[in-house]
């Protein structure tokens, strides 16, 4: 694939990025410094590179202790990102060093977060991955497309998971070819932890069961596909199998958005200031929030999406553009004679109807077409950004 060469660093960019690790882990010497994230495993794209750093405790001394904190103290002014542990940044140039306090564990039941078993990923991908560049072919193929990123606004896939699943399959061929024919609740068991799918679903934690389940290679309790939504994996799957009838790069490259201007409604947004990580996560429930009103009323959405980048866009599909401008409101069932006698009085002067047994009366809708209850939202929700922009078509 001709893509290949345009996404895989050449040796000066290797050279390059490995001048700037070695001087930057020169200057902390004190220090256990140790190269992570897709540097380590060389599974990093050209002219996409973080800087990921861990910064290794001794378990046993600092098992107990805040080692976040510890580490600011050392590192001085740098810039915090919140997390499950928090972990720090620094910007050199173009390049973002992210250094991640770990416990230095052997195994990941001595795990306090799950931060700590980060590194035995990247010693596992390093022994068991064959070729880097099917991987870097997998995640510009789920770039191109919006799926890649484990934040919780993306709920994409992260680079562990498209390194485990290349190495399963082999390739990044093989992969798609697979991912084409992916049933719901598919399992990936690489190292082979369980007997059967039924094991799987019995013994694995029930908040981690999900439409894909790839069972972590370093800690089989754990699915490392559980933050992958199943809006993104159903598009994963849909784009394999429209690959399969006809590959070609084109897969590769973000393409232009061309929303069919038909019962559709585009939202866009410019983003509060903040850390990309709970802007995103706001947005994201913002979204989620927009759609579950959109369907309470009635419009019902068929197909939507959110994308956050500078800016970001929200789109739905509906069923309906416009309501019946009178609504059904519903009361307490007809047998329930107190709790009746109250709701007709709160209606008084509406006839009271019945369906199935449960009361309701016909209320005039304040707000019957979309293009109006989505205005009426963000003029409600103006905290979550400064400035927006509705279409309707």
């Not at 049933?183 to 690489?190: T, V």
């Not at 370093?218 to 199998?241: H, T």
């Not at 309906?320 to 307490?332: A, Q, S, T």
Request: charged share 35%; with cysteine; net charge positive.
């Amino acid at each position: 694939m001709q893509i290949l060469s345009k996404i895989k660093p050449n040796e000066k960019d290797k050279k390059k990025v490995k001048k700037l690790v070695n001087k930057f882990i020169d200057k902390y010497p004190k220090l256990k410094l140790e190269l992570a994230g897709s540097l380590a495993k060389d599974t990093w794209l050209r002219n996409n590179c973080d800087i990921d750093i861990f910064v290794k405790f001794d378990y046993k001394k600092y098992k107990d202790k805040d080692i976040s904190k510890l580490l600011k103290k050392k590192l001085g002014n740098v810039s915090t990102v919140h997390g499950s542990r928090d972990y720090y940044q620094l910007k050199k140039g173009r390049y973002v060093f992210e250094l991640i306090p770990v416990l230095d564990i052997k195994k990941s039941k001595e795990a306090v977060n799950i931060t700590d078993v980060s590194p035995l990923h990247a010693k596992w991908v390093k022994k068991n991955l064959k070729d880097s560049d099917q991987v870097r072919l997998a995640k510009q193929f789920c770039r191109a497309n919006n799926l890649y990123g484990a934040e919780s606004y993306i709920g994409g896939f992260s680079g562990y998971i498209l390194e485990v699943l290349v190495t399963h399959y082999g390739s990044f061929i093989d992969l798609i070819k697979n991912a084409a024919e992916w049933k719901d609740k598919e399992i990936i068991d690489i190292e082979k932890y369980y007997k059967s799918k039924k094991e799987v679903l019995d013994k694995l934690n029930k908040s981690k069961i999900s439409p894909l389940i790839i069972i972590d290679p370093v800690q089989k309790d754990r699915n490392a596909a559980a933050g992958l939504s199943e809006k993104r994996l159903k598009k994963f799957i849909k784009l394999c199998q429209e690959f399969m009838k006809k590959p070609s790069d084109n897969f590769f490259y973000e393409s232009k958005i061309n929303l069919r201007k038909d019962k559709v409604a585009l939202i866009n947004i410019k983003p509060n200031k903040g850390k990309k990580d709970s802007i995103g996560g706001k947005l994201s429930k913002f979204y989620g929030f927009i759609e579950n009103r959109l369907n309470k009323e009635g419009f019902i959405v068929e197909e939507s999406d959110f994308l956050f980048g500078k800016k970001a866009m929200m789109w739905f599909y509906l069923e309906k553009l416009y309501l019946d401008k009178k609504m059904r409101h519903y009361g307490p069932p007809k047998k329930d004679k107190a709790n009746l006698e109250k709701f007709r009085n709160k209606w008084e002067g509406k006839r009271v109807f019945f369906d199935k047994g449960k009361s309701y009366v016909n209320v005039e809708r304040e707000l019957y077409d979309a293009k109006s209850f989505i205005n009426d939202i963000l003029k409600k929700n103006k905290k979550h950004f400064k400035r927006s922009k509705l279409k309707v078509y």
